[in-house]
């Protein structure tokens, strides 16, 4: 037996102050609800009602301290990332970054200290699917794309708003969908392939498809993880200018190992070591650092 949900009541879909509502009347309603050629306002993306960055910076993490069976992979970190900045994040295998991202974004939660996205959203307080909807996009090292649908539906499933299968089902996208689309197919240089099956795409492709896939949550903060690993070197030079080019509209977080891709989109870079900040600066006042050059370059 289909039941009808209490958010498609009558009484939900007729205007507050409709006493007796006629069948008639909720037909009509349930007719306009699921009409195909409609955008309702839960398919628009909005960022959340609390998100405050008056003050310029968007994250927050402040004395931040994680350990695992004794070990610390993250001790006293404390990292601010400015609205529309892009940061590179560097260090040796083990520093903490990827334990840092996972706090983040709500997969493992710190012994001590506080993450917050503005000035009022204490990401502590929220699951990882609060923190997503709240403006927070990652990306693996490893690209997951849907390599049985084609660019342009990959695209489309990533579509900020309500998208479980029923919504796509019955959906049918509108002038203003279908452009925002074209314009993240261009962002991201896969305009020419936006008909081709993502299994078919190269490496770097693939990459840019997830970066779009991101784009169109419309995220405020993008976390991406070593995204020019197993990449030729002209398509690096197409990520960093991908990259360099979403900075402003959103702030890009770049986790790298690759010190000239880091050195070619990089404004500010932060030095994790150990599980906190070593150094912080330019590239060239983080190449000049003895700190850094010891632990990290080598030298």
């Not at 197993?230 to 509209?249: I, K």
Request: with cysteine; hydrophobic share 40%.
């Amino acid at each position: 037996m289909t039941t009808i949900p209490q958010q498609l009541s009558p009484q939900k879909l007729l205007k507050t102050g409709d006493a007796n509502p006629s069948e008639s009347q909720f037909r009509r309603k349930l007719r306009n609800l699921v009409r195909r050629d409609q955008v309702f306002d839960f398919l628009k993306p909005q960022y959340h009602p609390l998100l405050d960055t008056r003050h310029n910076i968007l994250l927050y993490i402040e004395g931040v301290t994680k350990s695992f069976d004794g070990f610390k992979a993250i001790d006293d970190l404390n990292l601010y990332i400015r609205e529309g900045e892009l940061r590179c994040i560097i260090g040796p295998n083990g520093a903490g970054k990827t334990t840092m991202m996972d706090i983040i974004t709500g997969k493992t939660r710190p012994d001590e200290g506080q993450v917050w996205l503005g000035s009022n959203l204490n990401l502590l307080n929220m699951d990882e699917a609060e923190i997503a909807n709240a403006g927070i996009g990652r990306k693996f090292q490893k690209p997951t794309v849907f390599e049985c649908l084609t660019v342009w539906h990959n695209l489309e499933l990533a579509m900020a708003g309500e998208r479980g299968v029923f919504d796509v089902f019955r959906a049918r996208l509108n002038g203003a969908q279908r452009d925002e689309i074209n314009r993240v197919l261009e962002q991201v240089g896969l305009c020419n392939q936006a008909s081709l099956l993502a299994g078919n795409l190269s490496h770097g492709q693939k990459q840019w498809l997830e970066i779009g896939m991101l784009l169109m949550q419309k995220p405020k903060l993008l976390l991406v993880d070593e995204p020019v690993a197993g990449m030729t070197h002209q398509e690096m030079d197409r990520t960093a200018a991908l990259l360099t080019s979403l900075a402003g509209e959103h702030s890009v977080v770049v986790v790298e190992h690759d010190m000239d891709f880091v050195r070619s989109i990089a404004s500010t870079v932060s030095v994790l070591h150990q599980g906190h900040v070593l150094a912080e600066g330019s590239m060239s006042e983080i190449q000049s650092n003895p700190q850094v050059k010891q632990v990290y370059l080598g030298e």
